[in-house]
Structures are given as structure tokens and as C-alpha cells.
T-cell receptor, first 113, second 115 residues
Framework: DGGITQSPKYLFRKEGQNVTLSCEQN?????MYWYRQDPGQGLRLIYY???????QKGDIAEGYSVSREKKESFPLTVTSAQKNPTAFYLC????????????FGEGSRLTVL | GNSVTQMEGPVTLSEEAFLTINCTYT??????LFWYVQYPGEGLQLLLK?????DKGSNKGFEATYRKETTSFHLEKGSVQVSDSAVYFC??????????????FGKGTRLSVIA
């Protein structure tokens, strides 16, 4: 089945630890995105990548890092510099360069204790 | 800049009631407009879209018409069901005039339908 797989679905970490969230897609889509969702704030863009080995900061990139070494994969690391990391993280893809229709994974819920 | 404003929730309706969720936008050029839906614990999925003025998007009984004169894309459904309970997001893609700008989302409107 074609789709986007995010893992893990739930993650608990202690404060000060780095965490990496996985996003894998087999849709052969060029562009990939990471969003953060908090109650009442909608979706906020963290990072996006339009092509392998290239990525751009979104609106709230501070405290996060990404890599795009393969077309299929766009992992997000939540570093200890992120002041309030507890949130629901969504990965998405689109076929071309921001052609509009986003396809989303099921999300990863990170809780920092 | 590009932005989307949608009505604040939560919206609570009885089954079979009429639904309207307002969405207005600010954009340069001719954006495409979208409604996404998020069911509890899941990612978002596309509900409907419209790519030019006066287009009507429709799916699963939901409709929205792209109104350039009022810069609006209001979501409507004639008779809601309990299974429609979800968070609804309005979004725009300015890609026709700016191929480097990602989708812009509204803050979402939570809908609860009670039997």
C-alpha cells in the first residue's frame, strides 16, 4: 500500500533528551513537511524539503533539526533546545513543489516528562 | 502575506442540523483552496478543494464554493451526522504565483455532533 508511515505513534521522553521522529513515504513524492499541532493553534510548519539534500525552515524551526538523505525519508529531531516539545507532530508529502494537496501521516504524539 | 481565518470553535450541533464553517483568506494572485478534516487521533485528510473562482468543491455531502469577490470558502453540509465529528481546517496554496510557498492553514474548527 502506498502511504506515509510515522513512528513511533506515542513517545515519552525526559526533559533534556533529544528525540528523533521517523517519517517514511512510498508515494514517490518530492516534497515532505513537518508540522506541529497544539490545541487551539492549528498546524505550524517546522521544516520542509522539496528535494533530496535540501530543506528549508518553516515558521517554528528553532529547537528542531531535519535531514533529507533519501527521497523516501525525512526524520525530525526534537532537540533539548526546544523549550516546549510536548505536541502532536505530523509529517506530510506532496507530489510536486507545493502543488497544494498534502498527504498526511497519522502523527506522532511526543510527551516530555 | 497569505493567511487563512476560520471561525473559532467548538461548534456543537444536533444530528441532521445544517452546518456552516466560515473561512476567509488573504492571498496574492489566484490561490487554490482546500478543506481538510482530522478525525480523533489521526492525521489530516483532504475533504474537498477548489482551484479557481466560482469552483465548487464537494465530497461526502460537504460543499464549499470559491468566492473571489468575498475572499471566502465556507464549508457547508445540509445534514450532519455523529460521524462528522472532527476538526476541520481551511487552507490555501498560493503556488500558482509563488511556487516556493507551502500550504497555509487556518487554526481549525472542532465540530461535535450529538445524537
Amino acid at each position: 500500500d502506498g502511504g506515509i508511515t510515522q513512528s513511533p505513534k506515542y513517545l515519552f521522553r525526559k526533559e533534556g533528551q533529544n528525540v528523533t521522529l521517523s517519517c517514511e513515504q512510498n508515494l514517490n513524492h518530492d516534497a515532505m513537511y513537518w508540522y506541529r499541532q497544539d490545541p487551539g493553534q492549528g498546524l505550524r510548519l517546522i521544516y520542509y524539503s522539496q528535494i533530496v539534500n535540501d530543506f528549508q525552515k518553516g515558521d517554528i524551526a528553532e529547537g528542531y533539526s531535519v535531514s533529507r538523505e533519501k527521497k523516501e525519508s525525512f526524520p525530525l529531531t526534537v532537540t533539548s533546545a526546544q523549550k516546549n516539545p510536548t505536541a502532536f507532530y505530523l509529517c506530510a508529502t506532496t507530489e510536486g513543489r507545493h502543488t497544494g494537496e498534502l498527504f498526511f501521516g497519522e502523527g506522532s504524539r511526543l510527551t516530555v516528562l | 502575506g497569505n493567511s487563512v481565518t476560520q471561525m473559532e470553535g467548538p461548534v456543537t450541533l444536533s444530528e441532521e442540523a445544517f452546518l456552516t464553517i466560515n473561512c476567509t483568506y488573504t492571498a496574492t494572485g489566484y490561490p487554490s483552496l482546500f478543506w481538510y478534516v482530522q478525525y480523533p487521533g489521526e492525521g489530516l485528510q483532504l475533504l474537498l478543494k477548489a482551484t479557481k473562482a466560482d469552483d465548487k468543491g464537494s465530497n461526502k455531502g460537504f460543499e464549499a464554493t470559491y468566492r473571489k469577490e468575498t475572499t471566502s470558502f465556507h464549508l457547508e453540509k445540509g445534514s450532519v451526522q455523529v460521524s462528522d465529528s472532527a476538526v476541520y481546517f481551511c487552507a490555501l496554496s498560493p503556488y500558482r504565483n509563488s511556487g516556493n510557498t507551502p500550504l497555509v492553514f487556518g487554526k481549525g474548527t472542532r465540530l461535535s455532533v450529538i445524537a
